[in-house]
Each structure stands twice: as structure tokens, then as C-alpha cells.
């Protein structure tokens, strides 16, 4: 789960040889060479590391499982990713709190808390 943010970002961005001409309209999807590429390239950083691809992380769970995430990416819209829908509730909860703690700290501010008495 925690490794879903890395393995979306790196499958929504285009393989070199794509990546030389100008970006597309907005709404275009995973491309399977763009999901191959990252995939492949995770395989080719754990077999250069000596990690085996099975081997669980606490951060960001095995190469295999991220491997086959990458690959479940493919013909998916690049602007409507899972990723897109976990940072939006991040930043609304992240608002929030500021929200919150910000009125806490007006009402003690109002209400006198912290002043020497």
C-alpha cells in the first residue's frame, strides 16, 4: 500500500523514447511500453542490487508486487490515476487539521490561554 505514490508516478511518465517529443493532450493514458519500461527497469535495479524481486520491504513492499502494480497501470488515464484520489483525501484531511487547530488556537487566543494571569 505504501508503495502505490512511486509505482503510479513512474508508470504515468513516458520512456525516453517517448519522452523526446512534446507531452499530448491532457487525458491520455498509461502507455504498456511506458509500464514494461518502469517495470523493467525496477527488475534491472534488483538484480543489480542482488534484491530478490520477492523479497518484502516495510516501505515499498516487493519489486515483484510493484512490478505487476506497474503493469496493471497499462491503458489507464494518466489524469485519473489511484494515486490522484489518495493525495487528494491527503491534502483535504491535511486542510482540515490546519483548519481545526488554526480556530483552536484563536479561541485560546480569544479565551485568554497562555497569558500570564
Known sequence: AG???????TAAAPPPSEGVHPPGPAGG????LAAAAMS?????VARLNHI???RKSWRHGSIAVRQERLMQLAGRPVDALPIDRTVRRIKRVTLGLALVMSAAMMW?????WGTAG
Open 52 to 54: 530478490p524481486r520477492h
Open 29 to 32: 493514458t498509461v502507455t504498456p
Open 3 to 9: 508503495d502505490k505514490p512511486d509505482v503510479e508516478a
Open 108 to 112: 485560546g487566543a480569544w479565551a485568554g
Open 40 to 44: 523493467g527497469a525496477l527488475g534491472s
